[in-house]
């Protein structure tokens, strides 16, 4: 005898699929914690060592610091938005790319009860705990160099996590459209990461560039949460409205990211 | 006859993609406990019809019900009763065997504590207890498919769907697959397989559809189709790829049907080695000749004059 199917009262499903995934990652993470913990120390304490107190002690020796402030005080807020940045493309990135491209296996995930968006929702929490920990990682090593107060634990740490968050977010967004990803991990650290990097303010400010690249500085996620940075760190000049339009820009970045994401993941998972 | 509703009910159901139909108006009913399968050549709309039955991919029009409910709107809570194994083995390469099958539960949202038990039958079933710790890349194409089938039952599905589940395999690997498979039927599981294999489609189905250009061509039992459409017995006979079409104008009278393949002639009869004595009787000498049963390969070339193994 079998059952009529009709009018079956299956047991739904979760609706904690984003939390799942976002699981799984960290499970993934775990496995990677070594390089990831030598990462998030290591990384600053060589840059800090070197560009911080080397050439920091230059420009402290010949212009009495940036800013008001030593090179080191004026550096620490974008080294700390910029390592942010970059843990948010690595986790956004490579387990996308993992899992659209190389091992198909959001294909796999897809099969299951968990939706498309998801999984862009699962991998991008996993990219905030990240992010978070990269954030406060380098904030103590900030703090053991003497870049940082104690007071700006908080505000700088939560200010690169929206930073680093909401670059994941767009990358995630961005991810879902590769089918073909030879050429695409170039172009993203020559083209997009490093003029990032380097025309930010981060090592020295914005307005120290001509006009005509001050703009990549202007749509960059890393000036802005540099900007907030050093008036929170330090409290350098920034108007409030400007403040506010930071705030704005990389919310407005995470919130428009994680929906793109979302929308792209669920059209290419579930044609 | 059925005894309930079908799990499983397609009519008319089509995909297109730009102006190819890839699935092309078929209709198709599934019905608990039974072991339904998909037989047709590569590129005939057997995989987008699998994906259309997993909720995985949305039906350009027709109607779809699966587990009573339609996939267009409830594809989560269907996938969430479904247990797939896609036709790639997408494992995750950078877990251990058992950490596939923990990690896949969690998606169903499975408790902790009801997986590590889940996981270690599953092992059993799949019969890899003894590479539980054991990574992916280091198991081989049977191993690995088997814990593919595996982790499609972490979640106890209602309907296990297996896409070529035994594509690539070596013949010891594909028995024990099918070994395991028989034992899933056994238990009651609805199986919906696609295959290109005949074997395997007359070993494990109860009742399969032939599909051919993203339609139904036939559908039955594997003996029913066979009866209905080839005599009980083919005469293979091989005079060499140049003479087999001459060979077989001169044979024309000898058994009720012949197929002249590249390679072979195909004699259909219902009275095998006495039809091979008349065609040794009148001076022929095949390069090699078998009597066989008819198969399902034979109603494949039946119905659309082609042969499985060409495509």
């Known amino acids: ?81 910029a390592a942010a940045i970059q843990g948010g ?75 680093g968050s909401a670059w994941g977010a767009l990358i995630l967004a961005i991810v879902a459209g590769v089918h073909d990803d030879s050429g695409f991990l170039s172009l993203v650290g020559r083209l997009v990461f490093m003029p990032m990097f380097l025309f930010s303010g981060t090592f020295y400010p914005l307005s120290s560039l001509p006009l005509a690249v001050q703009w990549i500085g202007w749509i960059s996620p890393l000036w802005h949460a540099t900007e907030l940075g050093r008036w929170l760190s330090y409290g350098a000049d920034l108007p409030p409205w400007q403040a506010a339009v930071s705030i704005a820009y990389l919310l407005a970045m995470l919130v428009g990211g994680t929906l793109v994401a979302r929308v792209r993941f669920e059209r290419r998972l579930v044609a | 006859m059925w005894l309930g509703e079908p799990v499983i009910a397609a009519h008319r159901l089509v995909k297109q993609y730009g102006d190819f139909r890839a699935v092309d108006g078929i209709d198709l009913a599934v019905a608990r406990g039974e072991s339904f399968g998909i037989l047709g050549p590569n590129g005939a709309g057997k995989s987008t019809t699998m994906r259309m039955l997993t909720a995985t991919l949305q039906r350009t029009s027709g109607d779809l019900s699966i587990l009573g409910h339609d996939p267009a709107t409830a594809g989560p809570l269907i996938r969430a009763h479904l247990g797939v194994v896609p036709q790639q083995d ?70 296990v769907l297996l896409d070529e589940p035994t594509t690539g395999l070596d013949p010891q690997a594909r028995h024990i697959l099918w070994d395991r498979l028989f034992r899933l039927k056994e238990s009651g599981t609805t199986l919906v397989i696609t295959t290109h294999y005949m074997d395997e489609a007359a070993q494990l189905c109860d009742r399969l559809v032939v599909m051919d250009g993203g339609r139904i061509v036939a559908e039955g039992s594997p003996a029913a189709l066979i009866r209905e459409h080839c005599p ?80």
């Open chain 1, 1 to 81: 005898m079998t059952a009529d199917v009709s009018d079956a009262a299956l047991t739904p499903p979760s609706r904690r699929g984003a939390l799942y995934v976002a699981e799984y990652r960290l499970r993934n993470m775990w496995k990677w914690r070594g390089s990831i913990v030598a990462f998030g120390i290591g990384n600053p304490v060589l840059y800090l060592a070197s560009v911080g107190i080397g050439v920091g002690a230059l420009v402290d020796a010949n212009g009495g610091g940036v800013d008001g402030v030593p090179y080191l005080v004026f550096l620490a807020p974008a080294l700390i938005a």
């Open chain 1, 89 to 163: 493309t690595d986790e956004a990135m490579f387990p996308s790319l993992h899992g659209f491209i190389w091992s198909k296996l959001f294909f796999s995930i897809r099969a299951t009860s968990v939706t498309g968006g998801q999984i862009a929702d699962g991998v991008l929490l996993a990219t905030v705990v990240r992010v978070v920990f990269t954030s406060a990682a380098y904030w103590c090593v900030l703090w053991a160099f003497g870049a940082v107060g104690i007071g700006s634990a908080l505000p700088l740490i939560a200010v690169s996590v929206l930073a």
């Open chain 2, 90 to 159: 997408n494992l995750d390469t950078e877990l251990t065997v058992a950490e596939n099958l923990f990690t896949y539960g969690r998606y169903f949202g499975l408790p902790r504590a009801y997986l590590r038990t889940r996981v270690d039958d599953l092992l059993d079933f799949a019969q890899l207890t003894d590479k539980r710790s054991a990574k992916v890349e280091s198991l081989s194409g049977g191993m690995k498919r088997r814990l593919t089938i595996a982790r499609g039952l972490v979640n106890e599905p209602e309907i």
């Open chain 2, 232 to 311: 009980r017995e083919v005469v293979e006979v091989r005079f060499g790829s140049d003479r087999n079409a001459q060979a077989a104008e001169q044979l024309a009278d000898i058994g009720q049907r012949h197929e002249v393949l590249p390679d072979r002639i195909l004699i259909y009869t219902d009275a095998g080695e006495a039809d091979l004595q008349r065609i040794v009787a009148r001076g022929f000498e095949p390069i090699t000749s078998l009597v066989r049963r008819s198969s399902l390969e034979d109603v494949f070339l039946r119905l659309t004059g082609r042969s499985l193994a060409e495509d």
